[in-house]
C-alpha cells in the first residue's frame, strides 16, 4: 500500500515570500512615516480630530526612511507595488496547494482552540488544545495579518489615487478617514509583529522551519 506523500511544513514559496516581506515592510514603515512627517494630524486642517491624541506627532528620525516627502514617496510606492505581487504570489500558491486548510483561521474549526490557547499563554490552563502545523490563535493572527494587508493596500489605493477611485475613497468615508486608516494599519501591523516575535520566542521550532522548511511529514 502507497504512503500518502509528504510535504515539508514550510514549502519553498511560503518561506521565500515570508522572508522578502520583512525587508519591504520595514522600509514601507520608514518611508510612510516620513510622509506623515509632511502633515502630521488627522482630520481635515480647519477641523482636526480632536480625540486623536498624537496630533503634530512628528516620528523621530531614527524610524523615517527617505530624507524628504518625495524620496519617501518613491521609496514608499516601489516597495508597495513589490510587496503586493509578493502577496499575490504567496496567496496564489496557498489557495492554489491546499497549504490554506492548514493555515486560515476557520471560525468553526478554530474558535474553541484559540480561546484556550490563549488561556494557556495566561497560565489560565494547564495543557494547550491540540495544534498540527499552527495552533489556533496562531492561524487567527496570521489570517487577520492578511486581512489587515489587504485593507492596507486598499487604503492606499485610495489616498494615492483619490480622484481615479472615488468609489474606494468613498468605502473609507473619504481622504482624511482612509488616511487614518491607513495609519490605523501601520500601528497594527507593528502590533502584529511584536507579537509574531512573541509567538516565536514561545515556539522556536517555527522559526527553524521558516529557514529550512522542517522535516517532510
Do not use: C
Not at 490552563?125 to 496562531?138: A, G, I, K, V
Not at 473619504?174 to 512573541?198: E, N, T
Request: without cysteine; charged residues 15%.
Amino acid at each position: 500500500m502507497n504512503e500518502p506523500p509528504q510535504h515539508r511544513p514550510q514549502p519553498w514559496p511560503i518561506r521565500l515570500t515570508h522572508w522578502l516581506t520583512i525587508p519591504a515592510l520595514l522600509i514601507m514603515a520608514g518611508s510612510g512615516l516620513q510622509i506623515l512627517k509632511a502633515f502630521p494630524a488627522f482630520g481635515s486642517r480647519g477641523a482636526l480630530y480632536r480625540w486623536y491624541p498624537l496630533q503634530h506627532w512628528e516620528p523621530p528620525t531614527w524610524l523615517r526612511l527617505g530624507d524628504w516627502l518625495a524620496g519617501a514617496r518613491s521609496l514608499h510606492f516601489t516597495f508597495a507595488w513589490f510587496l503586493v505581487a509578493n502577496g499575490a504570489i504567496y496567496l496564489a500558491y496557498v489557495l492554489g496547494s491546499g497549504e490554506w486548510r492548514r493555515r486560515v483561521f476557520e471560525p468553526g474549526r478554530d474558535v474553541r482552540g484559540a480561546v484556550g490557547m490563549f488561556l494557556y499563554y495566561l497560565r489560565l490552563r494547564r495543557e494547550p488544545p491540540e495544534t498540527d502545523l499552527y495552533n489556533p490563535l496562531q492561524r487567527l493572527a496570521y489570517t487577520s495579518a492578511v486581512g489587515l494587508g489587504v485593507i492596507q493596500v486598499l487604503s492606499g489605493l485610495a489616498i494615492y489615487k483619490p480622484v481615479q477611485l472615488p468609489w474606494l475613497l468613498f468605502v473609507f468615508g473619504g481622504y482624511d478617514s482612509a488616511r487614518l486608516v491607513h495609519f490605523a494599519g501601520l500601528v497594527a501591523l507593528a502590533a502584529f509583529v511584536a507579537i509574531h516575535i512573541v509567538m516565536v520566542v514561545l515556539h522556536p521550532r517555527a522559526l527553524i522551519e521558516m529557514v529550512t522548511g522542517g522535516k517532510p511529514r
